[in-house]
């Protein structure tokens, strides 16, 4: 427990130091005024209260990343505290930080727009597809995870009570994406995020309460569910890295820090609700990194009546149920299941205005949302049907989804990295290169080790991690340098 609470206190810390530091680097300006006053459309240009952008922004990004993420994660064992301090401080605030700030400072432009404007035409087309096959990953995997908890509550957990919430959630993606953002989103998204932050408040309690004998740093930071037998085939590096994803890094939140760019009337509340979202997504993804310990390595799952391999939706089931009671085992589950469904159709919205933005399509016009939206319903639709026919799809689309999330995030680093070295003097680009080449590192090591990959020998891990991690620094100053000289 003394591990958990030094990694909120860092967290704090982290907000109250290192992200004033980023934010003066930045240089918000209150006399530049929003395209959410600039660009005023009703439909996804809408000035909204700052601490509403707040919320939504919180919820958008938190699905069940910051959840489902951190209970696979803790598997790992108390290595995956210092990834959600470490990775949310210096690499996942910063990064959703500076997409929406760069966002407001560029009309509130999506990441391939910021892509093909700081990195390149070529660039931003590679970025663009991947960006729409990400966010249709992301929706479909969005159904289906809070479908698997309403169908344990609702019913019995049987196929048709899952199939059925598929088909409610997907249905209601489809009204939310087509709708003005302030008549769904803005008015009953805060509310979730209530039930969301309530939730990880609830069991933070109850782990101060009930203070269970969980790891701690100086125990092992090793890979101690390989050591328990929890894991098989994941070495920690890179695999606990691309595991927890929200709640530490994420690239699905470069695709939405733009929307709520879209919302903010005044760029000094960009620290707060970036920055801040992500810090308090780092929060949530601890808590339940704490309580996934108890469960795994403190007889949790056997006091709960189940075994250490009950999956990360059982998990959360049990475990609200058994330490909130009724009303708030309720609460809790429905802050569970509105996250992933809220982020879910925040995604399909996302691809809608990045094709838009592709396209030059403007979507004020009812007609025009609907000739993008229908065939991005229409892709996803077939995954949504590959991953409930194949017993197998969900594990292989998240995982697909895992790793082209934290490529995503990769884009956007090295993106904000171009853009600090064009307009801020000395080497204020480190904060976003070192993360950049972190990440990229992990990324390509992962799909050249892991089976969806090219499984190569572990033994070759702290090579790829080294050589790509390094000449991705080498390639981004050859490529500056020649940029500049074309410059001058």
């Known amino acids: ?79 995956s505290y210092l990834w959600i301090v470490f990775g949310c401080i210096f690499a996942g605030a910063v990064h959703d930080y500076f997409t929406g700030m760069l966002s407001i400072r560029n009309g509130g432009a999506g990441l391939p727009e910021l892509v093909r404007k700081y990195l390149g035409k070529g660039t931003s087309i590679v970025l663009l597809v991947f960006s729409i096959v990400l966010l249709l990953l992301v929706g479909t995997v969005f159904v289906f995870s809070p479908a698997l908890i309403l169908g344990d509550i609702a019913g019995d957990g049987t196929r048709t009570a899952i199939m059925l919430w598929v088909g409610v959630i997907f249905l209601y993606y489809i009204v939310a994406t087509l ?57 920690l590096l890179p695999c606990l890295f691309i595991t927890i994803a929200c709640g530490a890094i994420s690239g699905f939140h470069a695709t939405q820090s733009p929307l709520m ?31 996934s310990s108890y469960f795994f ?55 809608r205005l990045i094709v838009a933005d592709f396209l030059h399509l403007e979507q004020k016009n009812h007609l025009n949302r609907l000739v993008i939206a229908i065939p991005i319903f229409l892709i996803a639709s077939l995954l949504l049907w590959y991953n409930i026919a194949d017993e197998n799809g969900f594990n292989t689309i998240w995982r697909y989804f895992g790793w082209a999330n934290q490529t995503l995030a990769c884009f956007a680093l090295w993106t904000a990295t171009a853009w600090l070295t064009k307009n801020k003097s000395g080497a204020c680009y480190l904060i976003t290169m070192l993360p950049a080449a972190f990440m990229t590192g992990i990324c390509t090591t992962y799909i050249c080790v892991d089976k969806i990959g090219f499984h190569l020998p572990a033994n070759t891990i702290p090579w790829i991690m080294s050589v790509v991690s390094a000449g991705s620094v080498m390639a981004y100053y050859i490529l500056r340098r020649r940029a500049s000289a074309k410059e001058s």
Not at 275 to 281: C, N, P, Q, S
Request: with cysteine; net charge neutral.
């Open 297 to 351: 390595f403190d007889g949790g799952a056997a006091e709960m009546g189940l075994d250490a391999s009950t999956q990360a939706p059982g998990v959360v089931t049990a475990v609200s149920k058994h330490w909130l009671g009724l009303l708030g085992g309720i609460l809790a589950i429905l802050g569970v299941v509105a996250a992933p469904i809220t982020s879910g159709d925040t995604a399909f919205r996302s691809a």
């Open 1 to 79: 427990m003394y591990s958990f609470i030094i990694s909120i206190i860092a967290l704090i810390l982290g907000y109250l130091l290192y992200g004033k530091f980023v934010d003066r680097v930045f240089g918000p300006d209150s006399a530049r005024k929003t395209p959410a006053i600039t660009k005023a459309d009703g439909v996804d240009f809408v000035p909204m209260p700052a601490w509403k952008v707040y919320m939504i922004q919180f919820l958008n990004i938190a699905g069940t990343g910051p959840i489902f993420g951190a209970i696979m994660g803790a598997k790992f064992g108390p290595s």
């Open 261 to 291: 760019a879209r919302c903010l009337t005044d760029e000094r509340l960009g620290r707060p609700i970036f920055y801040g979202a992500m810090v308090t997504e780092g929060a949530v993804a601890l808590v339940w990194a704490a309580v």
């Open 179 to 235: 709708l003005p953002i302030d008549k769904i989103i803005g008015r009953f998204y805060p509310l979730f995020a209530f039930a969301l932050l309530f939730m990880a408040v609830a069991l933070g309690v109850c782990l101060f309460v009930k203070w269970p004998s969980i790891p701690e740093f100086w125990d092992d930071l090793g890979n101690l569910g390989a050591e328990k037998g929890l894991l098989k085939g994941q070495p």
